[in-house]
């Protein structure tokens, strides 16, 4: 069964320090990877996507992906107590299964 | 900007009931989604449509069907509500293209007692 996981926290970091999300895959022909950002009681929004080995960087955010060991990870900086939310990895399935795979995602708790 | 409408965002329904979720976006886009969202379980995806009256299964589809007569509206409908169907529902939209990221609607929080 093709999986994402993600630790699901909670991290805590100070304000202004850089958070550091971290998704691994199972399958390995996986092309496309999104990052969401869920605050409670409300629905996700994207926040990145990546499809390409190596970083893509939009404002404070910046999504690493490494398709030989699988990871992809999500890094803010400069961390602000509005990152505060619930931040879900998905990945688009290879092959026939193209349909998302979500991570169950991983809580981020900004103090001031 | 992409607007994906859901009809309601709290609704509170009677077991038996028969309950129609209402989704409508407004960007032409080909695929839409219907998941539920629960705590420890994460989104799970109920069915999806790439097309006009085109549906297909998704990992959780008993006790639910769905409707796709016009491009813009996806409808999910509960055929006889339970308990164990009090979730949070959530739409969602995206291009045809695969590598297309998913918009999502506001959700609509369902209470079956």
């Known amino acids: 069964q093709k999986e994402v996981e993600q630790n699901s926290g909670p991290l805590s970091v100070p304000e202004g320090a850089i958070a550091s999300l971290n998704c691994t895959y199972s399958d390995r022909g996986s092309q496309s990877f999104f990052w969401y950002r869920q605050y409670s009681g409300k629905s996700p929004e994207l926040i990145m996507s990546?499809?390409s080995n190596g970083d893509k960087e939009d404002g404070r955010f910046t999504a690493q992906l490494n398709k030989a060991s699988q990871y992809v990870s999500l890094l803010i900086r400069d961390s602000q107590p509005s990152d505060s939310a619930t931040y879900l990895c998905a990945v688009l399935g290879a092959g026939n299964n193209r349909k998302l795979i979500w991570g169950l995602g991983t809580s981020l708790a900004v103090n001031p | 900007d992409v607007k994906v409408t859901q009809s309601s965002r709290y609704l509170v329904k009677r077991t038996g009931e028969k309950v129609f979720l209402e989704c409508v976006q407004d960007?032409?886009?080909?695929?839409m989604f219907w998941y539920r969202q629960d705590p420890g379980l994460g989104l799970r995806l109920i069915y999806f449509s790439y097309d006009v009256k085109m549906k297909e299964k998704g990992d959780i589809p008993e006790g639910y069907s769905v409707s796709r007569e016009k491009k813009e509206r996806f409808s999910l409908i509960l055929e006889s509500a339970s308990t164990n169907q009090t979730s949070m529902y959530l739409c969602?939209?995206?291009?045809?293209?695969?590598?297309?990221?998913?918009?999502f609607g506001n959700g609509t929080r369902l209470t079956v007692t």
């Open positions: 969602a939209s995206s291009v045809y293209s695969g590598n297309s990221p998913l918009h």
């Open positions: 990546i499809y």
């Open positions: 960007m032409d886009h080909e695929n």
